[in-house]
């Protein structure tokens, strides 16, 4: 079955950094577009980065554009989000979501995994 | 950016009873070329990721049982709950994937 696991997340202090992974299993991954998207504390849902199933083609918010870099390792089934330069407001639990069809909506998502930032 | 509304932002609905959510967006999600709208519905409960519901504005996910529908097109859609069950308490979230992937800010569905 597909799974998605996420890992990294953490308290840091407001201009630091914070790597996050997502280890995938139970599909082709390299078949697959995959995205980060985040969710605040009681708040909605927020896309953050996109990546195709190469790598070539990378799309971010603009709320994270210039700061947050995504990538994948289509040998080792797994997708990066290395996050840099934090503010108080990417504080949220940050899902990995595998790609329907190439079209952008998610059918398969993580369980989450909470950056904290602050000071 | 394409900015998707849902009303209302709560909904309390006897078990049983229809339940009805409404998603609009700034612009078109309808691309003429292929005649479908690229408007999806999620279902998140407490301490859980969202669960695809809907898709294409009104193919269901595999699995996801017939009592959820959507409807619509263009820039105004539903997401109908024919007949309320406990376990479909959750807040519900469209998305526009027509340009990049924007969410409503979600619908939280009780029971009354």
């Known amino acids: 079955q597909v799974q998605l696991v996420e890992s990294g997340g953490g308290l840091v202090k407001p201009g630091g950094s914070l790597r996050l992974s997502c280890a995938a299993s139970g599909f082709t991954f390299s078949d697959y577009y995959m995205s980060w998207i985040r969710q605040a504390p009681g708040k909605g849902l927020e896309w953050v980065s996109y990546?195709?199933?190469?790598?070539?083609?990378?799309y971010y918010a603009d709320s994270v554009k210039g700061r947050f870099t995504i990538s994948r390792d289509n040998a080792k089934n797994s997708l990066y989000l290395q996050m840099n330069s934090l503010r108080a407001e990417d504080t949220a639990v940050y899902y990995c979501?595998?790609?329907?069809?190439?079209?952008?909506?998610?059918?398969?998502w993580g369980q989450g995994t909470l950056v904290t930032v602050s000071s | 950016d394409i900015v998707m509304t849902q009303s209302p932002d709560s909904l309390a609905v006897s078990l049983g009873e229809r339940a009805t959510i409404n998603c609009k967006s700034s612009q078109s999600v309808l691309y003429s070329s292929n005649n479908k709208n690229y408007l999806a519905w999620y279902q998140q409960k407490p301490g859980q990721p969202p669960k695809l519901l809907i898709y294409w504005a009104s193919t269901r996910e595999s699995g996801v049982p017939d009592r959820f529908s959507g409807s619509g097109s263009g820039t105004d859609f539903t997401l109908t709950i024919s007949s309320l069950q406990a376990e479909d308490v959750a807040v519900y979230y469209c998305?526009?994937?027509?340009?990049?992937?924007?969410f409503g800010q979600g619908t939280k569905l009780e029971i009354k």
């Open positions: 990546i195709s199933s190469s790598g070539s083609t990378i």
């Open positions: 979501a595998r790609d329907h069809d190439y079209s952008n909506y998610f059918d398969y």
């Open positions: 998305q526009q994937y027509y340009i990049g992937a924007t």
